[in-house]
Each structure stands twice: as structure tokens, then as C-alpha cells.
């Protein structure tokens, strides 16, 4: 298996713009999650799924965060309008449930508003 | 906040020296887990231990959890050049046992 696999790795955009990060989790796990890293906050959990159906997105920071898991094998995390203080790496990993072996992460996007 | 708080924030030793990395919570558990980040890097698992157990072995890494006091500790052995990187514990708590809260880390490195 390929592991959790993130696109783009790096994203440069202005404020304003939309910014869709993407993420495909591993074949068969059916949890999915999605973190943002930054130095000051750590890593924060925004919103999981389970089997595609959001559980808890009480991490999502305000309106401008959106997220969906139209299918098994897809996620999207979505900021619009993105502002500076949005900049940080967003993390996607993904579970199974009955799994001892924790998340496994992919590679990140990391995020530069300017 | 933070579930977990990871202690020291930063350690600094020679290689062949054993790494000792301290982890606090402050809610009932489920499991906890400790993940490696290497620089620019997504987190990697390393180990989980259940709120039943009280130490666990993995290679090089041991991992106790004292659910008295709330804390669990990540030991490496013989560390090497290749452990330098950031550790992280995570707690799942026993509500909702996959969402996984981190702490702040323990950046550490290992010099030749």
C-alpha cells in the first residue's frame, strides 16, 4: 500500500483565496482524520470520519473550514476565504478500528497564506 | 487544552545513551500511543499501550503507563543518530477511543 497520500505538498496562495487540500486514505481503513500542526497550537485535531460520515468537526476553526469524504477513498479539507493565520501544515491519517497499530499519517500539505 | 504533556520539551544526548521521554494526562484513558515526527515529516506510530497494561516492548523501545498517576514514559535504548526526531505521545480517551489527542512533543537529539 502506497500509505495515506496528501496533495499538494506545499501550497502557496493569497489571502482570499480558496485552498482545497486532498487526501486519499489507506484501502480498508474506515476512520479518517484531519490534523493542522503549527509551531505555538501543536498538532489539533479539526474533524474525523467514520465510514465517510463526519463524527466530530469541533475542531474546525470557524465557517471557513469546510470538510467531506465523498467516498471511501477520498477526503478534501476546504478554506474559504484563507487568511494568514490559516498557515501551518495539514495533516490527513486514517484507522482501523479494530487496529492496534494507531494512524498512519501521510505526508502533510503545508500551507503558506500570504 | 492539552491532553497530553510531554517532558522535557527537548533532550540532547550522545549516541549508545538511553533516551527517556515523560508523558502527563489528565483524563481517563482508554490507550495511549506514542508517535515519532521526523523533520518535515508526517508522525510515525511507534507503540500502543492500553489502560491494562503497565509496560510493553517494542525493539528498542520500552513504554510503561501508570494510570494513577496519569503519566506513561517512552525509553530508548542504545539510541542512534537516525532516533534524532520529535516524539509524541497521544491519548485516546475511553469516549470516543479513535480521536486521538497529542501533546506538545519532545524534540530529541541524538549526536555522534
Known amino acids: 500500500d502506497a500509505g495515506v497520500i496528501q496533495s499538494p505538498r506545499h501550497e502557496v496562495t493569497e489571502m482570499g483565496q480558496e485552498v482545497t487540500l486532498r487526501c486519499k486514505p489507506i484501502?480498508?481503513?474506515?476512520?479518517l482524520f484531519w490534523y493542522r500542526q503549527t509551531m505555538m497550537r501543536g498538532l489539533e485535531l479539526l474533524i474525523y470520519?467514520?465510514?465517510?460520515?463526519?463524527?466530530?468537526d469541533s475542531g474546525m476553526p470557524e465557517d471557513r473550514f469546510s470538510a467531506k469524504m465523498p467516498n471511501a477513498s477520498f477526503s478534501t479539507l476546504k478554506i474559504q476565504p484563507s487568511e494568514p493565520r490559516d498557515s501551518a501544515v495539514y495533516f490527513c491519517?486514517?484507522?482501523?478500528?479494530?487496529?492496534?497499530?494507531?494512524?498512519?499519517f501521510g505526508s502533510g500539505t503545508r500551507l503558506t497564506v500570504v | 487544552s492539552q491532553q497530553g504533556e510531554e517532558d522535557p520539551q527537548a533532550l540532547s544526548i550522545q549516541e549508545g545513551e538511553n533516551a527517556t521521554m515523560n508523558c502527563s494526562y489528565k483524563?481517563?484513558?482508554?490507550?495511549l500511543q506514542w508517535y515519532r515526527q521526523n523533520s518535515g515529516r508526517g508522525l510515525v506510530h511507534l507503540i500502543l499501550?492500553?489502560?491494562?497494561?503497565r509496560e510493553k516492548h517494542s525493539g528498542r523501545l520500552r513504554v510503561t503507563l501508570d494510570t494513577s498517576k496519569k503519566s506513561s514514559s517512552l525509553l530508548i535504548t542504545a539510541s542512534r543518530a537516525a532516533d534524532t526526531a520529535s516524539y509524541f505521545c497521544?491519548?485516546?480517551?475511553?469516549?470516543?477511543?479513535?480521536?486521538?489527542?497529542f501533546g506538545q512533543g519532545t524534540r530529541l537529539t541524538i549526536n555522534p
Open positions: 484501502s480498508g481503513h474506515d476512520y
Open positions: 483524563t481517563s484513558i482508554n490507550n
Open positions: 499501550i492500553r489502560s491494562n497494561e
Open positions: 470520519f467514520n465510514n465517510n460520515v463526519p463524527i466530530d
Open positions: 491519517a486514517s484507522s482501523f478500528d479494530r487496529s492496534s497499530r494507531g494512524y498512519t
Open positions: 497521544a491519548t485516546a480517551l475511553i469516549q470516543g477511543a479513535q480521536k486521538l489527542v
